[in-house]
């Protein structure tokens, strides 16, 4: 145990699943050193979503609000890049007002600071505070890669037209080689174009290497090649997952829709569960592609819905299937996805869903939107032989049969479950008590306790 308390600000990027995975990061650093404090800074709205949610009783974790720099009043057009866009004008001067209200607030110094890596800017903090910066990547190591070789991809396709720059590879990284340019994320492409979003990324991947760890949720045997280049350019690369969540090793399950009692009553691995994550739905022609696809096939399906379905002309769907399909507004997915009924996932392929069906060993259909989920949907496809994407990309009726037939009747389906089940082994593997991940989590716990101090 440290003989002094250390204090440790911790920056949240306000979306998706980022926030949720760095408060559960803090809270396994607090059970592992309770001479630690925490001061968390993330956006109101999402504070309020995600403390109402996660229990920190018996934790020294005390939320901070920054500004999400929204106009007062201001109308959106419904595109969820807006937000964001809002959000990352208003950083880094947010962060930097939180900060010092904190340390007025507390009366204690900041020993480190331990930050959504997204925030480059926390390297600039951190050297001005005199401390330490761990950037925390909440996903895998081949798009934190592409990331940090943007310049790289973008240079080498200067000379290249249009068609030839689509099926390109990207040979010319370490560990690339099976990676074309259409799986590249839409992102690191947009650097020319003046895009803030884009420009923050573009930034983090200049900035990380200054960070003393970077911290991945993921696992060193998921990708080897691109690990180990990885591991030759910061000062300390750091795979800690994949990260069980506190809530999810809970003996109390939260299934108010009675989603595993449902799944009970089923075949083992004969459901496809469909679910998008919290911030998208598929639009509405897509959605009725899959709806005459579950019909058509008659498949047992367990289907998590944002929205009003009625909204999305689907509730006649789901009553004329609700003797062999359950359409719920939530359910617990880590525990769904462990469920012996469960044979498909149909998702969007975001990082924190991929681990998920890896630790639970059930096959994937991926429909990518944004972000690193092209790329993801390329590895679970092509890489790693774990899943299958959409012929055409989106969702048709004929492609989702497709997509079905193949994970649940064909010999590539029996495959990628034994493709998945090794992966399954490696990950559990990697957080045993001397696994790597294990190993690398008490390095990581090593150089906050070290921290300078007053």
Same mark, same amino acid.
């Given at each position: 145990?440290?003989?002094?308390? *250390? ?16 408060? +559960? ?11 630690? $404090? ?8 999402? +504070? ?23 106009? +007062?009043?201001?109308?959106?057009? &419904? ?29 204690? %110094?900041?020993?480190?600071?331990? @930050?959504?890596?997204?925030? /480059? ?13 761990? !950037? ?6 081949? !798009? ?42 839409? #992102? ?6 003046? %895009? @803030? ?14 960070? *003393? ?39 109390? *399950? ?7 009692? /449902? ?22 022609? #897509? ?15 367990? /289907? ?24 719920? !507004? ?7 996805? &462990? ?7 149909? @998702?969007?392929? &975001? ?19 944004? &972000? ?11 890489? /790693?032989? *774990? ?9 048709? $009726? ?19 479950? %034994? ?20 190993? +690398? ?7 906050? %306790? ?5």
């Amino acid at each position: 145990m440290c003989d002094h308390q *250390i204090h440790v600000a911790v920056l949240a990027f306000p979306f998706a699943s980022h926030p949720l995975i760095l408060l +559960n990061l803090v809270k396994k650093l607090g059970i592992s050193e309770p001479n630690m $404090k925490f001061s968390f800074f993330n956006t109101e709205k999402s +504070n309020q979503m995600l403390f109402s949610k996660v229990k920190i009783d018996g934790y020294d974790i005390k939320s901070f609000n920054v500004g999400d720099g929204i106009p +007062n009043g201001y109308v959106f057009s &419904g595109n969820p890049l807006e937000i964001i866009d809002f959000f990352v004008r208003a950083t880094p001067g947010n962060f930097r007002i939180g900060l010092e209200e904190c340390v007025e607030a507390t009366g204690m %110094k900041i020993n480190c600071l331990l @930050t959504d890596a997204f925030l /480059w800017f926390s390297g600039d903090f951190a050297d001005e505070m005199g401390i330490p910066w761990v !950037s925390f990547w909440t996903s895998g190591p081949c !798009s934190l890669s592409i990331h940090m070789y943007s310049d790289t991809i973008l240079e080498a396709l200067v000379s290249k037209g249009e068609a030839q720059k689509k099926n390109s590879t990207l040979e010319f990284l370490p560990g690339m080689s099976a990676i074309e340019v259409k799986d590249v994320p839409d #992102e690191v492409l947009q650097k020319q174009e003046g %895009k @803030t979003f884009p420009d923050m990324l573009f930034k983090m991947g200049l900035k990380i290497p200054k960070a *003393i760890a970077v911290i991945l949720n993921s696992f060193d045997e998921i990708d080897p090649i691109v690990n180990s280049d990885l591991n030759s350019k910061l000062q300390k690369f750091l795979n800690i997952g994949p990260l069980i969540l506190e809530s999810r090793q809970s003996s109390q *399950i939260d299934d108010q829709s009675g989603c595993l009692s /449902w799944l009970d009553n089923q075949k083992n691995v004969s459901v496809v569960y469909i679910s998008f994550g919290t911030s998208l739905t598929p639009p509405p022609p #897509e959605l009725q592609a899959i709806a005459e696809a579950l019909e058509s096939k008659r498949i047992p399906y367990l /289907w998590s819905f944002r929205g009003d379905p009625k909204t999305f002309l689907l509730d006649e769907f789901f009553a004329k299937t609700s003797n062999f399909g359950k359409i719920v !507004s939530w359910c617990p997915q880590f525990h769904v996805l &462990g469920h012996s009924a469960i044979g498909a996932f149909v @998702t969007q392929g &975001g990082w924190s869903s991929v681990l998920e069906s890896i630790r639970g060993g059930v096959p994937m259909i991926c429909r990518p939107f944004f &972000g690193e989920q092209k790329l993801n949907r390329k590895l679970i496809q092509d890489i /790693w032989k *774990i899943g299958v994407g959409l012929e055409g990309v989106i969702f048709t $009726k004929n492609g989702m049969i497709n997509a079905l037939d193949t994970v649940f009747s064909s010999e590539n389906g029996s495959e990628m479950r %034994k493709n998945i089940a090794k992966l399954r082994e490696c990950g559990k593997k990697a957080v045993e008590e001397n696994g790597s991940s294990t190993e +690398n989590f008490r390095t990581l716990l090593e150089i906050i %306790k070290s921290s300078p101090h007053s």
